[in-house]
């Protein structure tokens, strides 16, 4: 049984090519518990949703990123505009 595991310690071999299971039996476990029931049209309706949602959130962050740095260049150039210009007199004491 040591033999089995012997190439799965050794530092050449990555650990995600170790598999999940050691016996047939297991094999056909994982297979049985990650397949995909492609006839089973409510399944898939969920997975199409979930994609979806996920999409939709992944796309509102982005935006939400774009508008922040948006608003931070924004933030710079006025600072800059504030810098440049000459003070108005009615502003010198």
Request: proline share 4%; charged share 25%; net charge negative.
């Amino acid at each position: 049984m040591e033999a089995m595991y012997e190439w799965a310690s050794s530092s050449a071999v990555p650990f995600w090519t170790v598999p999940f299971w050691t016996t047939p039996a297991e094999r056909a476990r994982y297979d049985e518990i990650m397949s995909i029931n492609k006839n089973d049209m409510d399944e898939r309706e969920a997975r199409i949703d979930a994609i979806s949602a996920s999409f939709r959130t992944a796309q509102q962050r982005e935006l939400v990123r774009q508008g922040i740095a948006l608003w931070n260049l924004t933030e710079m150039a006025q600072r800059t505009v504030d810098l440049l210009a000459e003070p108005s007199q009615t502003k010198l004491n």
